[in-house]
């Protein structure tokens, strides 16, 4: 069982940065996989960025790709998200997901956190 919580999210200015945080509960989180999904209001969650378990491999969405990077500290249970050269179209509410050992670009994880506000002004 994870417990996932989310922070970070904020207003920023288009071009500017934020780091998303993803602390999790429990003793076993290096197993999981992890990712960032994102939402508008109208459009449906999709996925922006993956993190393996014990081996960090990485995955993007080629809208975040070169932008967005995703890293983990498996020490301290979290997992984060560096956003750089935020665009106005990257204004969403993130979401914390993570699921058994294999990173997946749908939505197929078992625990997600609340979500954390991203606003990009222009």
């Known amino acids: 069982q994870v417990q996932l919580i989310e922070s970070g999210g904020g207003l920023v200015q288009a071009g500017g940065s934020l780091r998303l945080s993803c602390a999790a509960s429990?003793?076993?989180?290096?197993?999981?996989?992890m990712a960032w999904f994102r939402q508008t209001p109208g459009k449906e969650r999709e996925f922006a960025a993956g993190?393996?378990?014990?081996?960090?491999?990485?995955y993007y969405a080629d809208s975040v790709k070169g932008r967005f990077t995703i890293s983990r500290d498996n020490a301290k249970n979290t997992v984060y998200l560096q956003m750089n050269s935020l665009k106005p179209e990257d204004t969403a509410v993130y979401y914390c997901?993570?699921?058994?050992?294999?990173?997946?670009?749908?939505?197929?994880?078992?625990?997600w956190g609340q979500g954390t506000q991203v606003t990009v002004s222009s």
């Open positions: 429990g003793r076993t989180f290096s197993r999981y996989a």
């Open positions: 997901a993570a699921r058994w050992a294999v990173v997946t670009l749908s939505d197929e994880y078992n625990y």
């Open positions: 993190i393996s378990g014990s081996s960090g491999s990485t």
